[in-house]
């Protein structure tokens, strides 16, 4: 089955889906953009054959969220019943603890089929104009089925491979954001933090790579990720928690100079690093 495809939202992920299904995979997509200069962009670079109207969702065979995590659900419930029976309805939200059981209720009492997604790629820039086909080569695609049907799954996941994904994953919800609160949410934290030191300023001709490499994700957009650290809130927290508990630990042996304990926990850093091959 090729479809038409529905994409709403066309910000860096559903922009960049857009033209990897466009482009790579020679499907049909409809876009859905709140700001129709969005939409006209979209159409002009053929990202998108024209803007979706709500009798689309009839004849989807994929229907892509890119919103914010409420707005996704939101969405949803008001379009349920236009959304036909044969389509699969999926995500891209970086936290599924909040968006899954709403959207799989939904899905239940409409006769649609809804399966999580995460794309595991980004940019320090949001927008469509950052959006781009090969954002998604070589990353990895989070599945997060929810009780779907095998061959749902399958068929998102076929699809992802066909726009440049290396691989898959498939997780459980609260699996799902217990990992991204590390690997995803806390580096956007320390990011943040690093950069609040009133040294940033003078930063300059004093900086090289680790600069560089720890303040990347500092250039957040804050409205989307205070949503997402607040939804995924309980998972945030412990990672703090441990994140705190660690820095505490080194900031401890400077004070004391205590230098077995400092080399102890740098080596500890290092060992664990080192044993992930990376």
Known sequence: MDGTIV?????????????????????????????PQVIKEAIACGAIEREAVPADLRDAEFLFLCLYPQADIDFVTEHAEEIGKQCIVTDVCGIKN??????KKLAEEHGFTFVGGHPMAGKERSGFAASEAKLFDGASYILVPCGAPEEAVERLRALAMQIGFGGTV??????????????????????????????????RGFSAGSYRDVSRVARINEVLWSELFLDNRTALLGELDTLIENMSAIRTAVDQKDLPALRALLRQGRERKEALGE
Do not use: N
């Open 7 to 35: 994409i709403a939202g066309l910000g860096l992920i559903g922009g960049s889906l857009a033209k990897g299904l466009s482009e790579r995979a020679g499907r049909r997509v409809l876009g859905i953009d709140r700001d």
């Open 98 to 103: 909040f968006v899954c059981p709403a959207l």
């Open 170 to 203: 498939v997780t459980t919800p609260e699996h799902h954001d217990e990992m991204i609160a590390f690997t995803s949410q806390i580096p956007h934290v320390l990011a943040c933090a690093y950069v609040m030191s009133p040294h940033c300023m003078e930063h």
